[in-house]
Every structure is written in C-alpha cells, then in structure tokens.
C-alpha cells in the first residue's frame, strides 16, 4: 500500500477525483467548452516549459493542477445540458418529440419505466434522456431497446425526496444524467421507427432470444429470474420477497452481473488456458482470448452499465497478469479506475463503482496477508481457508461504505458467501451451458431439472439465512465523515499489523481518536436540537416533535404500521435517535414561543388564546379557509398529504388571494420548524 501511495498515476488519479467532485458539487465552470480548450492548451504549454527549464518539482506540482482541471472540463463536457441543442431550449407548449428507448428499467407498481434519449423536439435535433413512465396494461408490450416513439409529451422536473433522510430518487437520476420524466399512456404514442444501430440494442435482442429459448422450458418463475440475473443482468423478473432475503443474507452480489461474477469468469478462463503460459507470444495469445471472452460474456449480459464497468476492470487485471511482474494487478486497476472516470466521469458516485474497486482493492492488500496467518496441508480447508480470507478482506473494503448506504450488516455473510461463491463458478458455467444448448433446441429436460434444482436450493438456502433475524444487524447510523474516518482506523490499523512501526501505530490511534471524538460531537449536536416537523405521507398524517435525542410522533396510523414506516425509520437512522409513539394527538401545540394548531376533519379552530398560529390542515377538513385566516390571521398554512389534492390546490389559491404563506408537504416536502 505504502509504494502504490508513490505510483504517480495515482496521485493523478486523486486530482481527477478532486476536480469530478469540484465541478460535480459547484457546477463551477460555466464559462463554455472554447474557453476550456484554451485553458487546456495553456497547462500543456507550461507542463513543456517546466519540462525544458528542467523544473522537476514546478512539473509535478502543474501536473496535479493539470489533473484537476480535466477533471472539471469532463464532468462539463458530458453534461448534457451545457450543449446548445439540449432538449429543454426548444421546450415549448403542445410540442411534439421524438424518444429514442436506451435502457428497460424495473417496473414500479403502476408504471413501466423505461430511460430514454430525447432525440427530437418538433424539426429539432436534440440530446438529453429523460425517465418514461408508461402505466402498466396488460395488453400492451413491454417496449424495446432502440424503439423510437412520436408522442406531445409534457416534460415534468423531478421532485427530490420528500421526507428528511429519505432515499432521493431524483439526485440518483441526475447522476444518470436524468432531470425530466414523462408520463404518457399507451395511447398518447406511437412506435414509429427504430434506431438504425446500437451496441445496446443489438445486446438487448440477443438477450430476448436467449430470453425467449429459455422459456420454452419448464424453469419454475423464481428460477428463470434467477437464471435472468445471473447470466442475463436483468432483475426486472425478481419478487421484492425474494431480492429482500439475498439482502438480507448478505448476497445481494450474487444477483447482480457485476465484479463478483466476472471475476469468478476470469478465473476460470485462467485455469482453461493456463497451459498457453509457456510463452510471451502464447501469454499474449492467451490473454487477447480471455479479453475476447470476457466482452462477449459483457454483450450477453446486455452491456449494462455494472457490467461494462466490470469487464473493463478486469481487462486490465488479465493485462496486468500477463505480464508476471509484482503490483502489476494494483497498477492495472488503477489505470481502468482512471479510464473509466474519463469516459463516464459521474461513474465516481455510483455505488456499484464503489464497491466493485473498494472490494477487489480490499482483497489485493489484505487477503494475501490474512491467507498467510494459517496454511493449512490439507487441500480442502485451504481452498475454505482461502474463501474465508477473501470475504473477511473484502468485508473490511466495503463494511463502512456499506453501512453509510445501507444501513444495515448480516452478520452471517460468511456463512451465505461460504456456501455459495464456491458453487457460482459451476452455476455461471452451468448456466451459460443451459443457454447455448437452449438456442439449438437441444436441452435435455434432466439439465433442466437438475439447472432449476440447484437454483431453488440456492434460494431456499438465502431464505433460510434471511429469517435467521438474531444476526442481522439493522438500523446502523454511519455518516459520510463517519465513514471516512472508520476507513483510516481501517487502513492504519492494516499498516500496523503488517508494520509495527511507532509511526504507523500513532497514525492508528489518531484515526480511533477522530472517530471517537465525531460520535461525542454528534451526541452533543444531537442533544441541542428541537425541532417541529410535518412529516409528508399520503392519505395519512404524521407529526412529530424531536427533543434532543428522541422524536415524539403523533400519528393516525395504527399500531403496527407506524412501528414499520419507513419514513420515521429514516429519520431515526439518519439522525440516530429514539422514537416515542404517542397514543393520541393534541390540537395545539406549543414550540417555544410559536403556537401551532391542527385543524383537522371536524374544522374546529375558534380558540381564543390563539395569536398569529401556524396551522396545520390535516384529513380534508370542509371550512372556508377565508374565514379561518380572517380569524386566526396565522403565520403560515401547513397541509399535509392527508389532504384531497383538489382540497390542497384551492386552499393555495385561497392563500395567494390573502396574501397567507403556504405550504404543501407533498409539493414542497416535510416541513421542519427549528428552534
């Protein structure tokens, strides 16, 4: 670790890294794509004129400059929306469009989703992708890759969450380069063309094919979408029971085309041609077959994006390998990292990306040393010696990026990853057995019985871990400096146990201090704070007062429900506090020196004491709202999403008539009164 901390191409990479996240977080550049060529122009005049007068520490000091600069320039050059014929200048009313379909997304529970490029605007030629949303019918197919629909669409900004700490579907879709979604039914379209070539699309139809030979066989539901993700990278056939158990489990890897399974593909490949490692011209041979391989296997996965991103990494480890020098692999990922970024520089705040390095760095660096603790003679425990060394080293990689997004640990990983990954090799080889003999018709039904067979285990296996709910750890709060500084105690500590140096021993315990000391400020912080908050939820209403370390929520949800909504659950992890729940609901409530009022379905509000309130319309109450406010003159009007919509939009336009601030949570989000 410590010589590949002076491998120059990596402290390029960590400029570019820097400059992706400047331009990400600041949208600072926006002085055009010809004023950033001449800005490249000049660094490259004066990396030469360092390099002529010699200047050696002048060179690397511009280069790192150099590198945050690209970094910058490719986040602007590949948004979209910096180009002149980006689809949002030509939007006007009753417009007309073209939309191409890149990508078949998963269903939600009413829409089929699609990603689509906007492809025209009436005689417009345009970029710029947008998210389809098309209701579910029964009658109406599930649209293609490379489809083309004329439609008069209306484009609609994406909300973000609406709830404190809740997933922000929009700020995923914006990383995707995503800001408008349209809903159109099955009529308001046509199919009027389609792409005239696409990698994608000629992927996506060989994928149907196999999809379509394999159905012509007995698999049972379950099993064909698991066959589907596995081999196919499609997880749209997968029940949420079933996705839930394998996270739970602790191997929701193992359902997903990623590093795992291409790993396990190489190595294999490995083994096949190793006795093409007699020669450097047969270790060429040998290496341009697996890459040949490994992308054929990316074009069956359908060249999705985590699929892409994997075979391009380890790309580079086969060429890595093939040249038998020591840190070769380390180097090799550090060039695919660094590639990658160039072409899809938003690929930094993917959390496949994220992982998929984290975890294979995690095995190069720690594995290896874990491995040479015990070596067992007896060939059976060393090759489960050598598994459990590798998920224990890759666990250290990911546990605390884990814990920031998911929240959660199964504490019988080992267990789940012990018993499946050494079956993966001959199920993914199984598999793509199953799908050759399937395309020639010619799949005996005893392979399909015994294929499926080994699949239901499997799933049964998963299932059985994820019931097992002693041992998964839920709820766990990790904040993204948190999460930093447990990766130096990682780290530190890592170089200590295989460097007992004093230097590396105090850099360990520094990082514990850190970690220490931000979980008594955040104790501190969270003990300060008092809040009044007007949760969003649909047809029901939620409040809740948070006094230090614990929200008291009032509620019209029974008993069991409120204990599992998601929305409360969020809060308490993201802010790591108690919930109380109150058994019934005042209709005043005091905040500091703020009253609040709640008028709910029986639109009682004449109290005397009151004096300029907040007022919070809960469950439709029938009044005239003119009245209310010439009585009570309140300083805001709070309505809740347990509120007819046609209720909530009269009472906005009641509001700008009387000059009354006014507030929609299921518009403007939960609305939060702080001391």
Known sequence: MEKLLKYLPFHFLLCLIIGISIQYYT??????????????????????????????????????????????????????????????????????????????????????????????????????????????????????????????????????SLNPHQFNYKEYLVKQGIYHQVFVNNQEF???????????????????????????????EEEYAVINALLLGQRQDISKELINDYSRAGAIHILAVSGLHVGIVLLILNWLFKRLDTSKLSRVFKTILIITLLWMFAFIAGLSASVVRAVTMFTFVAIGQSFKRKRIVEHSLITSIFLLLLV?????????????????????????????????????????????????????GVLPISLYYFHQFPGLFLLSNLVIIPFLGAILIGGIIVIILSLFEVL???????????????????????KQESFLFSEISMSGVLMLSWYFVIIFGFLFFIKKRPKNFILWLISIVLVQSLFIFNDFQKNKKHEFIVFHKNKKS????????????????????????????????GEVINLKY?????????????????????GIYKVDSLKNPIVILQNSPKINLERLIDTLNPKEIIANGSNYKSYIASWRETCRYKKTPFYATGKDGAYVLRN
Do not use: C
């Not at 370390?549 to 929305?567: G, P, R, S, W």
């Not at 020196?593 to 709640?598: G, K, P, R």
């Open 582 to 602: 109150e058994t019934t609901s005042p209709s005043i409530f005091q905040f500091k020196n703020q009253q609040i009022i709640v008028v709910d379905s029986l």
């Open 27 to 160: 949208n600072g550049w926006q002085f055009g794509a010809q004023k950033l060529s001449f800005l490249a122009i000049f660094f490259m005049l004066i990396l030469v004129l360092f390099i002529q007068l010699k200047k050696k520490k002048l060179f690397t000091f511009s280069s790192w400059i150099f590198f945050v600069f690209i970094g910058v320039s490719i986040v602007y050059i590949s948004d979209k929306r910096n180009r002149t014929n980006y689809y949002k200048a030509y939007l006007y009313e009753n417009v007309t469009a073209i939309l191409t379909i890149d990508k078949v997304l998963k269903s939600g529970n009413y829409y089929d989703k699609y990603e689509a490029e906007v492809s025209q605007i009436n005689e417009e030629k345009t970029v710029g992708k947008v998210l389809l949303n098309i209701p579910k019918d029964s009658l109406q197919k599930t649209l293609n890759v490379d489809d083309k629909l004329f439609l008069k669409p209306s484009f609609i900004a994406l909300t973000p």
């Open 444 to 466: 005996p039904q005893f392979i399909v019985e015994t294929y499926g067979a080994i699949i239901s285990l499997m799933n049964t296996f998963v299932s059985w871990i994820s």
């Open 190 to 220: 046509k199919i009027v063309d389609k792409r005239n070539f696409s990698l994608q699309g000629l992927a996506a139809k060989a994928r149907v094919e196999i999809q379509n030979s394999l159905k012509k066989y007995n698999f049972k």
């Open 542 to 573: 939620v409040l809740g007062e948070r006094v230090g370390d614990t929200l008291y929520v009032f509620h019209n949800l029974d008993t069991a429900m409120i204990k599992q909504e998601k929305v409360l659950i969020s809060y308490k992890v």
């Open 344 to 396: 899809k520089p938003l690929l930094l705040f993917d959390v496949g990306f994220q992982l998929s390095y984290l975890a294979v760095f995690g095995i190069i660096w720690v594995q290896p040393k874990l491995y040479s603790l015990w070596q067992p003679k007896v060939v059976i425990l060393d090759k489960g010696w050598q598994l459990f060394t590798v998920s224990i080293a890759a666990q250290m």
